[in-house]
């Protein structure tokens, strides 16, 4: 039940956590966002936010709470949980140790692993999932944007359905075949290696062919092992995902004034991969990327492709190459034997 006494609880506010959490704050709903030290300040000045239908324009958030301490897990109505899936183990114990064991957690994860791991566990709590298809960066200390569109969808459970209520449903979607859903969204974050190891923006990342070749091998390569493994999936946007790799082909003219307006993605954009290279973090590749390499292993496929990202991200991590050219890179990972 969510109430003021029992708020909903975002569990590693970030990029995503914050986004969401000022988003139903500004509906209405009670929400606390549990963060690191570097939040704090936010308590005081409250942060922008921009882009999206429900922030017309900078907006300034100072309903959520920000807090470091666990304990508010404690009386959380609804625990919403967007860690890194790095940060997962970590806030499952937190999870264990601070909060009611009826407590529901929500799953905003990147991934398909992440929320299994959540409910193998935590196996006597209900556990949903959920998928977020927009970008959101950080744009300085105090102001998150919103960079790219889509509606975010939740598996339909009770603890969804009072979310959705509470926040007068807007702004996502319930979903019965949440799994189809999150197959359709891993799709779209095969790119995340592409756009980290080209050091650029996704806008810019996305206007280079070279880059856009590497993606769409990765996800052909995705596509037919989901079809080797029957795994079903729900479109991600505007386009099937056979649609996408024929338009990520395309020559710059075709791609750059049609796909990219389709997506209005703006020029700041950087998807979570990057911002963790760039920062000197670790990357949710095993999550991703290595999600299909794992499947691909356990039907008896193979994955080339998304194999050799892993390994590039892997490296660049270790202090190997950090930034490739489109040239450069489409060379490492399609010019291999
Ligand atoms: N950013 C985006 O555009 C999108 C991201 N996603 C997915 O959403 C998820 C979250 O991504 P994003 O918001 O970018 O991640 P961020 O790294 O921006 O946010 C996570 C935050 O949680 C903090 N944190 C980690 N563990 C704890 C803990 N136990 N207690 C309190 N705070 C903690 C992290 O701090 P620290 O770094 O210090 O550990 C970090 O500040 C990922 O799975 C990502 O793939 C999905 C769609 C779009
Ligand atoms: C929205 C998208 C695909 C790109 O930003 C993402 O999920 C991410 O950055 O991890």
Same mark, same amino acid.
């Given at each position: 039940?969510?109430s003021?006494e029992?708020p909903?609880?975002?569990?590693? &506010?970030g990029?995503i ?8 704050a #500004?509906?209405?709903?009670? /929400?606390?966002l549990?963060?690191?030290? %570097? ?5 005081? *000045?409250?942060?922008a936010? +921009?882009?999206?239908?429900d922030f017309?324009?900078a907006e300034?958030a ?12 404690a009386?959380a109505?609804?625990?919403?949980l967007?860690?890194k899936s790095?940060?997962?183990d970590?806030?499952?114990?937190q ?6 064991s009826?407590?529901?957690?929500l799953?905003?994860?990147n991934g398909? @692993?992440?929320v299994r791991?959540?409910?193998?566990a935590l196996p +006597? %709590?209900?556990i ?6 927009f970008?959101v960066v950080?744009?300085?200390?105090? *102001? ?6 889509? +509606?975010?969808?939740? $598996?339909?459970s009770? @603890?969804t %359905?009072?979310?959705?209520?509470a926040?007068?449903?807007s702004g996502i979607s319930?979903?019965d075949d949440?799994?189809a859903v ?9 790119n995340?290696?592409v756009n #980290? ?5 996704l806008?810019?990342?996305?206007? $280079?062919?070279p880059y856009?070749?590497?993606?769409a091998? #990765?996800? !052909? $390569?995705?596509?037919? /092992?989901y079809e ?6 729900a479109?991600?946007?505007?386009l099937?995902a056979?649609?996408?790799v024929?338009?990520l082909?395309?020559p710059d ?7 990219l307006?389709?997506?209005?993605l703006?020029?700041q954009s950087q998807t979570?991969?990057? !911002?963790d290279l760039?920062a000197g973090?670790?990357? $949710?590749i095993d999550t991703?990327n290595?999600?299909i390499v794992?499947?691909a292993? &356990?039907t008896?496929?193979i994955?080339?492709?998304n194999?050799?990202?892993? +390994?590039? /991200?892997?490296?660049?991590s270790a202090g190997?190459?950090k *930034? ?6 489409h060379? @490492?990972v399609?010019s291999?034997?």
């Open positions: 039940m969510i003021p029992s909903v609880v975002i569990l590693g &506010a990029a956590g914050c986004y969401l959490g000022a988003q139903w #500004a509906a209405g709903v009670p /929400v606390t549990l963060g690191r030290d %570097r939040l704090l300040s936010l308590n005081d *000045t409250g942060f936010v +921009e882009g999206g239908p017309t324009g300034l100072r309903n959520p709470k920000v807090t470091t301490e666990p304990a508010v897990l009386n109505g609804l625990i919403v967007t860690v790095t940060a997962l970590a806030a499952v114990s999870i264990s140790t601070f909060s009611a009826h407590t529901p957690v799953c905003l994860l398909i @692993a992440p791991r959540l409910a193998a +006597e %709590r209900e949903s999932a959920g998928m977020v298809p970008n950080w744009r300085n200390a105090s *102001t998150l944007r919103r960079s790219s569109v889509g +509606e975010v969808i939740l $598996e339909r009770p @603890a %359905r009072a979310l959705s209520a926040i007068g449903g319930l979903s949440i799994r999150q197959y359709g969204k891993l799709l779209l974050n095969l995340n290696p #980290a190891l080209s050091g650029k923006s806008y810019h990342q996305l206007r $280079e062919r856009r070749l590497v993606y091998a #990765a996800l !052909q $390569e995705a596509l037919d /092992v080797g493994a029957q795994i079903a999936h479109k991600s946007g505007p099937p056979n649609r996408i024929q338009m082909r395309a003219w075709l791609f750059n004034t049609v796909a307006r389709l997506q209005k703006d020029p979570s991969m990057a !911002q760039a973090k670790p990357t $949710e991703i290595g999600e794992d499947l292993t &356990a008896g496929q994955a080339p492709v194999t050799k990202l892993v +390994e590039l /991200v892997k490296s660049a190997g190459q *930034t490739y050219t489109g040239a450069e890179l060379r @490492a399609l291999t034997p």
